[in-house]
């Protein structure tokens, strides 16, 4: 049963989903020099529902020792975090860190919940060389 999907119309009334950009992250390449590289597939737009994480997910998540802006978003289908032992750095989304502004990239941190048709994950605010 697909509890998430039953939920999403009452909660998309207070606060409405967000249509972002996603890239699955595909691994890295590594240059001659020994430099590596993260690669990703090519944005696909999904629907999400973007919330600000609680204090209750920053005490949970404090390993994750990095400071920034951090969000919890709820999306359909599945969405990878950092996976070291398959060599992949996490996924990106792109969104607005408010309504109004201009699009930005997040890294995918942790998957908080994941289930077969729904995920939910914290996501970090990342320096966007394409949006300064």
């Not at 691994?27 to 020994?34: F, H, K, M, R, S």
């Not at 398959?86 to 699009?103: E, I, V």
């Not at 930005?104 to 996501?123: F, G, H, M, S």
Request: with cysteine; glycine share 10%.
């Amino acid at each position: 049963m697909n509890l998430h999907g039953l939920v999403r119309g009452v909660v998309g009334a207070v606060n409405p989903d967000t249509v972002v950009q996603w890239q699955a992250s595909t691994g890295q390449t590594v240059a001659t020099g020994g430099k590596h590289t993260a690669t990703f597939a090519a944005a696909v737009p999904k629907k999400a529902n973007i919330q600000p994480v609680s204090t209750g997910d920053i005490k949970k998540y404090e390993f994750l020792q990095s400071q920034g802006i951090y969000r919890a978003v709820y999306l359909f289908g599945v969405v990878g975090a950092i996976d070291r032992l398959r060599r992949f750095g996490g996924d990106l989304l792109q969104f607005p860190a408010t309504k109004g502004d201009a699009s930005r990239t997040w890294l995918v941190k942790a998957v908080d919940e994941q289930w077969p048709d729904w995920c939910r994950v914290i996501v970090v605010g990342e320096l966007d060389p394409y949006n300064p």
